[in-house]
């Protein structure tokens, strides 16, 4: 599987939010860092296909998205970084309501949550409603929502927010282990969640790929201890 993106450009107003961006992408995590206006939602937008572009192709395997439709959709799974959910439902209600709306047969999909919820170590408050969670279980529940349909291209917008270090080294490896055949976008402000997992790093800046590699590259080239200082080098005046 392998998702192309090329000369991809996106404006609004006078504002050039992302500015033809190119590369290519294949399974693995790819850590997308920048600060805020650097483009990184407006990336995560357009691949899926929830803006409009400018410019540009996105190409699956050779085939533009937006020919693809309803098939591309369904390979895409997402973890949004606000918290929109439904407080009076409970975990398992929201996942199964999600789940039909991704058009998922009942009997698979309560299958498929009763196995998220217990590698998220939610099951003890599968019945429990949203509105009494913590940020850190409203996250894993985002993450659950994600995973449904086994998506083959992942994007997770900052996922381990709220979390606490436990939690956050929990997902960091679950996360870890599901990249082996999937694309997996994963934006934070967590430099080090990132440095130990990723296949390759993406530094943004003004719409544009500042810098590129993966995480030990990028120490060397930046003679860096670790890839927050890296980032730090480079946009630390953002």
Known sequence: MELVIRDLT??????????????????????????NGAGKTTLMNLITDNVKRDQGEILLDG??????????????GYMPQQQGMYPDFSAREFLLYMAELKGLPRKQAAEQIGELLRVTGLSDVAHKR??????????????????????????????????????????RQYIAELAQDRIVFLTTHIVSDIESIAKDVLLMKAGRVLTHGAPEELLRRYE???????YLKLLGDD
């Open 10 to 35: 996106k404006r609004y107003g006078e504002k050039l939010a992302l500015d033809s961006f190119s590369y290519s992408f294949t399974p693995g995590i790819y850590g997308i860092l920048g600060a």
């Open 63 to 76: 085939k533009e998205i937006l020919t693809l439709g309803a098939a591309y959709r369904a390979l895409l």
């Open 130 to 171: 949203l509105g009494g969670f913590s940020g850190g279980m409203k996250q894993r529940a985002l993450l659950c929502q994600a995973l449904l349909g086994d998506p083959k291209i992942l994007i997770l917008d900052e996922p381990s927010a709220g979390l606490d270090p436990k939690e956050r080294l929990r997902i």
């Open 224 to 230: 860096a201890a670790d890839l927050e200082e890296v």
